[in-house]
């Protein structure tokens, strides 16, 4: 599968960014999908997952609360909807799917990758 990943940018801290993932390629539905990030000078890290269903959703205890994954199979994107905003999740997000259950946080667990694009939250 393909994946192209839109929607970063500039944001002020406290504001709101939605990502977008777009697929392309084999059936959508039969992808976990997941947003990781990679802030700067760090290891890329794990940000949220969702099931092929949608009914399952994880999320990094640094985004609890504040990021919301979801996904619409019909249109075959997946989003994080990310709140309160701050400094430190400036990062280039990436997405990614893998045929399996959702409930993976490694990066190896993952099987396409999409380019990733840049949050940046002054403040």
């Known amino acids: 599968v393909q994946l192209q990943a839109s929607g970063g940018g500039l944001v002020q801290a406290g504001g709101s960014l939605r990502l977008s993932c777009a697929a392309s390629?084999?059936?959508?539905?039969?992808?976990?999908m997941a947003w990781f990030r990679q802030r700067p000078g760090k290891e890329r890290e794990f940000v949220a997952s969702?099931?092929?269903?949608?009914?399952?959703?994880y999320y990094a205890n640094s985004v609890k609360g504040r990021f919301t994954i979801y996904r619409d199979n019909a249109k075959n994107t997946v989003f994080v909807q990310m709140n309160t905003l701050q400094p430190e999740d400036t990062a280039v997000y990436y997405c990614?799917?893998?045929?399996?259950?959702?409930?993976?946080?490694?990066?190896?667990?993952?099987?396409?990758w999409g380019q990733g694009t840049q949050v940046t939250v002054s403040s």
């Open positions: 390629g084999r059936t959508f539905s039969t992808y976990a």
């Open positions: 969702i099931s092929r269903s949608g009914e399952s959703t």
């Open positions: 990614a799917a893998r045929e399996g259950t959702a409930k993976a946080i490694r990066l190896v667990s993952y099987d396409s």
